[in-house]
Structures are given as structure tokens and as C-alpha cells.
């Protein structure tokens, strides 16, 4: 049978939908991040602007009060990094990601390591923790002292990357401080319940990922996910899902229920934070981030730059300067602005600033457009 073939505006189209950047959503902070599978949170602020140009009616105290009663956590997650999800999605999927987490240990420090040394270190980390919570420099400091003849740096990675933990929210403005304490995840969220096993998290987190970033290769998901060898769950899940192709042939999966929009469906201004996971649901991002913007966005090492989309697509970069008791939202973009365009990127920019900035700066804040950069 021939698969039907999407191009790049189709794709486009069809993600931008999925992740409520065509129209914003009434759903609650908590149903949003199950949707979207996780929050990236590299930097404190950034689920909260993510969830802002997402959401018609997102205020800042109810991620915070999440993160407060623990409903949604701050823990290594996807591509070992950062992210935001809720207490139920990270007893879903924590154990079904350890495989990425233990990839990423091993590809920092090749060397390996003892599997009983490093079980050791693990269990001497587990009992600490069950002490109480406790920053990670208090933690790297006890184990550098039981393990003298282990590099600290090792002993530290080995334990974010082995040990489920989560972050401690303070009374910090976007819920974490540069220092926060660390739990034990699973002690942190006894009340929500058991981990899953991994093969149920594998099956729930690849359902999820397609309904937020599909149609969607298996290429995209293991790089999205960090993890490989996802072409058994894909397959077991066959039958609920359309096989699409891409204009280079790549085979696409995505679930039957799920519409495709035309490619003409109108997409409007919309500004993303930094390291969002929109940039990086994919392997190939260009259904996104045109190639020619590319090195202007993603630059090392791992840096993702908060970005604007024009039309659906990347199409510059924006900054907000802070100056004693005054900010200023400066946009960058790329390419030349039709003044419609101009319009509407002052006004969802002066939007953002109001959300950004303390209320007590907004009356002297403003927005600039800068000069087109080349």
C-alpha cells in the first residue's frame, strides 16, 4: 500500500497544533504537561513561558503551587536533561528512561566503572537522602569522602544518572533557587503511588510523544526520548497507528486519531523559551527551524536560544534586558517583517513582558524590535 506523503508545511502545521501553538488551550498547568510529555527546564523560568504561549489562561502561582504540593516535579528526565512533568507522568516514565540515563553516564566517562562500586555509591546516596532532602554539594561532599579514590565529578554524575531523584521547589520566583535541595524521587511521591514497570512506561511514553509531536519517525522519537532500540514498542503499537512518509521517504508514525491540518491553516506569533522542547522533538527540526537559522539557534555546547516563530517557523531570536528597575524585551529577527507582522510581534511581545517581568517593573518596561540579523 502507498503511504501518503507529508511535506514540510504539513508537518509543521500538524505539530504546532498538537502543541496548542496554533490556538491556546483551556487545560489546566498539570493536564498541559502530561499533554506535552514534560516541560524542558534547563533554566527555572522557561516551563512557565512555555506554558504561557500554550495556555489562554495560564498565571504564574498555579505552576508553582504544583510544584509546592507535589504534583509536578523538577528531575533528569528525556535526553538526560531537565524537565517539568507531573508527579504521575515521572513515576510513569523514570524507570522506563534509566537506559537513556545510564547511556549518558557512560558516554561522559567511558571508562565505565565497577558495577558493585557504582551500586555501592548509589545505595550510600539512597541512604543519605533518607535523612532528609539535601543539596547535591552536601551530597557530592559525604560520597567524596566514603569513595576518596573516585574522581567527585564521576561520583556526582553517577548519582543523578543512576539514583531517581527530584528537586526540591523553594520559595525562589520560578520555584528553584541555582543551589536547590535534592529527594529521593520515588520516597518524595509515595503518596501518588508505585513506579511503573518499564515496558508499561515505554508503551504509555511513546502514545504520548506521538500525541504531542506526531507524525513522527522512529529516528525523531529516540532522539527526542535519548533512548534506542524503541523499534519493538513502535511495532507492538501498529495497529492503532497511520504510517505517513516525509518528502526524503522517511517512514512516519503517528496515531489514528489524531488530524492532519491543511498546510495553509493560518499560524500566529509566538515566542518560546529557552531549550524548548518544540526544537528538539525531533531529529530532523526543520519542520521547525529552517537549516539556514539553524547555527543562529542551537549553539554549543547544547545551548538553545529562545526563539520567535513567524508563519509556524523559527524565524528569530529574542532577549529581555533588565536594567535596575527597568526591562526591555529586544527581538531579533531574521529576515525582513511585513508591518502586519511587525504589529503582531509588538503586541504578543508586550504581552510576554507583562507575564516575565515582577509587576512592579512593568510600567517601565518596553519592546524593540531590532535590526534584521544576517
Given at each position: 500500500?502507498?503511504?501518503?506523503?507529508?511535506?514540510?508545511?504539513?508537518l509543521?502545521?500538524?505539530?504546532?497544533?498538537?502543541?496548542?501553538?496554533?490556538?491556546?488551550?483551556?487545560?489546566?498547568?498539570?493536564?498541559?504537561?502530561?499533554?506535552?510529555?514534560?516541560?524542558?527546564?534547563?533554566?527555572?523560568?522557561?516551563?512557565?513561558?512555555?506554558?504561557?504561549?500554550?495556555?489562554?489562561?495560564?498565571?504564574?502561582?498555579?505552576l508553582?503551587?504544583?510544584?509546592?504540593?507535589?504534583?509536578?516535579?523538577?528531575?533528569?528526565?528525556?535526553?538526560?536533561?531537565?524537565?517539568?512533568?507531573?508527579?504521575?507522568?515521572?513515576?510513569?516514565?523514570?524507570?522506563?528512561?534509566?537506559?537513556?540515563?545510564?547511556?549518558?553516564?557512560?558516554?561522559?566517562?567511558?571508562?565505565?566503572?565497577?558495577?558493585?562500586?557504582?551500586?555501592?555509591?548509589?545505595?550510600?546516596?539512597?541512604?543519605?537522602?533518607?535523612?532528609?532532602?539535601?543539596?547535591?554539594?552536601?551530597?557530592?561532599?559525604?560520597?567524596?569522602?566514603?569513595?576518596p579514590?573516585?574522581?567527585?565529578?564521576?561520583?556526582?554524575?553517577?548519582?543523578?544518572?543512576?539514583?531517581?531523584?527530584?528537586?526540591?521547589?523553594?520559595?525562589?520566583?520560578?520555584?528553584?533557587?541555582n543551589?536547590?535541595?535534592?529527594?529521593?524521587?520515588?520516597?518524595?511521591?509515595?503518596?501518588?503511588?508505585e513506579?511503573?514497570?518499564?515496558e508499561?512506561?515505554?508503551?504509555?511514553?511513546?502514545?504520548?510523544?506521538?500525541?504531542?509531536?506526531?507524525?513522527?519517525?522512529?529516528?525523531?522519537?529516540?532522539?527526542?526520548?535519548?533512548?534506542?532500540g524503541?523499534?519493538?514498542?513502535?511495532?507492538?503499537?501498529?495497529?492503532?497507528?497511520?504510517?505517513?512518509?516525509?518528502?526524503?521517504?522517511?517512514?512516519?508514525?503517528?496515531?489514528?486519531?489524531?488530524?492532519l491540518?491543511?498546510?495553509?491553516?493560518?499560524?500566529?506569533?509566538?515566542?518560546?523559551?529557552?531549550?524548548?522542547?518544540?526544537?528538539?522533538?525531533?531529529?530532523?527540526?526543520?519542520?521547525?527551524?529552517?537549516?539556514?537559522?539553524?547555527?543562529?539557534?542551537?549553539?554549543?555546547?547544547?545551548?538553545?536560544?529562545?526563539?520567535?516563530?513567524?508563519?509556524?517557523?523559527?524565524?528569530?531570536?529574542?532577549?529581555?534586558?533588565?536594567?535596575?528597575?527597568?526591562?526591555?524585551?529586544?527581538?531579533?529577527?531574521?529576515?525582513?517583517?511585513?508591518?502586519?507582522?511587525?504589529?503582531?510581534?509588538?503586541?504578543?511581545?508586550?504581552?510576554?513582558?507583562?507575564?516575565?517581568?515582577?509587576?512592579?517593573?512593568?510600567?517601565?518596561?518596553?519592546?524593540?524590535?531590532?535590526?534584521?540579523?544576517?
Amino acid at each position: 500500500m502507498t503511504m501518503p506523503v507529508l511535506n514540510r508545511r504539513q508537518l509543521n502545521r500538524a505539530t504546532l497544533a498538537r502543541q496548542w501553538l496554533l490556538e491556546r488551550a483551556a487545560v489546566s498547568p498539570l493536564e498541559a504537561s502530561e499533554h506535552l510529555v514534560g516541560l524542558q527546564a534547563q533554566l527555572p523560568a522557561a516551563p512557565f513561558i512555555a506554558l504561557w504561549t500554550r495556555l489562554r489562561h495560564f498565571h504564574h502561582q498555579e505552576l508553582l503551587q504544583l510544584l509546592q504540593q507535589r504534583k509536578m516535579v523538577r528531575a533528569t528526565l528525556m535526553r538526560a536533561t531537565l524537565h517539568l512533568v507531573s508527579a504521575a507522568d515521572y513515576l510513569h516514565y523514570r524507570l522506563a528512561l534509566q537506559p537513556a540515563l545510564t547511556r549518558s553516564l557512560q558516554s561522559f566517562f567511558r571508562r565505565g566503572g565497577d558495577p558493585a562500586i557504582q551500586a555501592a555509591i548509589v545505595e550510600e546516596a539512597r541512604s543519605f537522602l533518607q535523612e532528609g532532602p539535601t543539596t547535591f554539594a552536601s551530597l557530592r561532599q559525604r560520597l567524596a569522602e566514603r569513595f576518596p579514590e573516585l574522581e567527585p565529578a564521576y561520583i556526582a554524575y553517577l548519582v543523578r544518572m543512576q539514583l531517581p531523584l527530584v528537586q526540591v521547589p523553594d520559595q525562589s520566583a520560578w520555584g528553584f533557587s541555582n543551589n536547590p535541595r535534592y529527594a529521593a524521587g520515588f520516597d518524595w511521591l509515595r503518596e501518588e503511588g508505585e513506579p511503573w514497570l518499564p515496558e508499561e512506561g515505554l508503551r504509555l511514553l511513546v502514545r504520548r510523544y506521538l500525541t504531542a509531536f506526531g507524525p513522527a519517525s522512529l529516528r525523531d522519537l529516540q532522539s527526542w526520548s535519548g533512548l534506542t532500540g524503541l523499534a519493538p514498542v513502535v511495532r507492538s503499537l501498529r495497529a492503532d497507528l497511520c504510517v505517513y512518509r516525509d518528502e526524503q521517504g522517511q517512514e512516519l508514525f503517528d496515531l489514528a486519531d489524531q488530524p492532519l491540518l491543511p498546510e495553509d491553516c493560518p499560524a500566529p506569533i509566538r515566542f518560546l523559551p529557552d531549550f524548548d522542547n518544540l526544537l528538539l522533538g525531533h531529529a530532523n527540526r526543520e519542520r521547525i527551524l529552517p537549516a539556514a537559522y539553524r547555527q543562529a539557534v542551537l549553539l554549543p555546547p547544547g545551548r538553545v536560544l529562545p526563539t520567535i516563530l513567524v508563519d509556524g517557523f523559527v524565524a528569530g531570536t529574542w532577549t529581555i534586558r533588565r536594567r535596575r528597575r527597568r526591562s526591555q524585551l529586544l527581538m531579533m529577527p531574521f529576515s525582513t517583517l511585513s508591518p502586519e507582522q511587525r504589529d503582531e510581534l509588538v503586541a504578543e511581545g508586550q504581552q510576554q513582558l507583562a507575564f516575565v517581568v515582577p509587576e512592579e517593573e512593568t510600567r517601565q518596561s518596553d519592546v524593540e524590535i531590532l535590526s534584521q540579523l544576517r
